[in-house]
């Protein structure tokens, strides 16, 4: 009896023994959330040679891993899939370290030259878990790590989906949410799951087709104000008061 | 030493002549409320009595630094912040734009109408409301700046709520139909010619 039960313990440790083992080359290729990207923890790799910027990334069942390293000590954004002029509509995330702390959000570009966090929109934060660390001294980086569902089903988030995607990558010497990048932008057109990509420059797309009747028709509008106001004046001035 | 970057200066330079702006057409505005009090109030306060007395040429001064800063706003905003190809693609920037001329337009008025009467225009109810008004419109126009730049720098303005019941939209072009401009301008020229008619009625002198 005894030998059985010692004979079913070494049965039921070996098969716990073997399923880890099966299990762990999988989970040794999956990037670790650390703030630190080690040579090959990624399955793909763009450097963005204009602005020395790299993004790495590994899909992996319904998840996407992203590692971003940026030679300043400042903010790093990741954004992909706008959907009107410049980042219009863009799903966005932004990250800092300030004192060692992390300050990471899931944003919306709720305009072509701004963006707000998912949650004060209504949305969600759907950064599952993210890491980052700086470097100092005369070559500055600012490295950070994050996992997010491909599809996170909100409204303010776009999915990464197979076939070329328009990916905007920043960085800014500052730590904050909103400074302006200046030059330290580009847009790449990329494909996450293939893991192709080419540089499509400065900005996404040309001006959205009719901005410029647009533009046209928004500054009738301010000199119609302008008259309104000037006119209007002058003519309540002009207006002779009543004689009692 | 860490060198600033070029980037964040010149954002604050933005920033501080905004700022500015804000601060000074705000006392102005203020300014001219308390002197309006101080016109209907009977009041022989000593106190309210001087309150009313410096609220005329605060108004003044305040609304002439504030129209330079102002100026050096719109100035600073096309020149340190984002690029101009970018800042002409952002609905939310012209309408912010937009505003701020209108802005500027109310208060370039207030300060002619302030220099030409002197301070004798208080003694004029219609001058007197035409100024208040002039200030009115200013105010506004400055507060709904403030609510689109407070998007711009990516937060949301207090104001979201107010502009929403009214039913404005900050974030949409601000546009009018050709129709409307059209009929807009024709009632200024009406008016204006109204205004000349009227008066060259009462006196042909005038002309």
Redesign the interface.
Known sequence: MKHKVARLLWLSLLLVGLRGAASAPAQAQLPSIDGQIAESEYANRYLAEAIGMELHWTIEGEYIYIGLRAPAQ?WVAVGWSPTG??KDGADIVIGYLRGGELFFQDYFA????????DV?LGGRDDLLESSGSEATGPQPQTTIEFRRRLDTGDKFDRPVVPGAQTVLLAY???DD??????EKRTVVKLDFFAGSAQEAGLFARS?ALG?DQ??Q??L???L??????????????????KKL | MQVP????ER?AWHTITAELSVGMLTLAFVSVIIKLLGVWSKSDHPLWRSLTWMAEPTAYLAAVGGLLSLSAGVFTGFTY??PVE?????????NK??LS??AL??WL?FVL?RSFYGGRLWEQA??RR?YVT?SV?GFLSLALIGSTGG??????SALDIVLHHLGINT?A????S?TA?WS??A???I??A???G??WR??PRCS
């Open positions: 400042g002029a410049i709720n305009t072509s030259v701004s963006h707000l966090n004060s800014s010497p500052n949410f909103v400074t302006y990048h200046g001006r901005f647009l533009l028709a928004w009738w509008t301010v119609t104000g302008v008259v309104m106001i000037i006119g209007l004046s002058a003519a309540y001035l002009l207006w002779p008061v | 970057a070029p980037e964040a954002i912040t984002w970018v800042l002409l693609t952002s609905s939310v920037v012209l734009i937009a001329v209108f337009t109310f008025i109408v219609k001058v035409l002039l419109g998007h711009l720098a990516g937060k949301r974030h072009l601000f546009i009018l050709e401009i807009l301008l009632v200024v020229v008016s204006l109204v205004a000349l009227l008066r009462r006196d």
